[in-house]
């Protein structure tokens, strides 16, 4: 059973930056990052596939965040930066589905990101 793991939210002021980490127990082809503000649906924020080349961001996060991957690792990041309140929400990692879209992912157990105004 694949595993995914992710760390690195918290609270931080408007402006700031968090880096998010999320570890996947096996090589999977493509990763990414959704999160979920409450009482809205969940959304796609960024994705990266394989070979690092191939990235995609929401409109809302496009200048701001950064995803990378080290497959040696199996880990990918998301680097956040000029945070938002509006960037608060449940951020899970998502493993193995279609980069962008989500479809057929493996999910983590999601880490939370707060910013304050």
């Known amino acids: 059973q694949v595993q995914v793991v992710e760390s690195g939210g918290g609270l931080v002021q408007a402006g700031g930056s968090l880096r998010l980490s999320c570890t996947v127990s096996?090589?999977?082809?493509?990763m990414g990052w959704f999160r979920q503000a409450p009482g809205k649906e969940r959304e796609g924020v960024s994705c990266?596939?394989?070979?690092?080349?191939?990235?995609y961001y929401a409109d809302s996060v496009k200048g701001r965040f950064t995803i990378s991957r080290d497959n040696a690792k199996n880990t990918v990041y998301l680097q956040m930066t000029s945070l938002k309140p509006e960037d608060t929400a449940m951020y899970y990692c998502?493993?193995?589905?279609?980069?962008?879209?989500?479809?057929?992912?493996?999910w983590g157990q999601g880490t939370q990101v707060t910013v304050s105004s």
């Open positions: 998502a493993a193995g589905g279609t980069c962008p879209g989500g479809a057929g992912n493996i």
């Open positions: 096996r090589f999977t082809l493509n």
């Open positions: 990266i596939k394989w070979s690092g080349e191939s990235t």
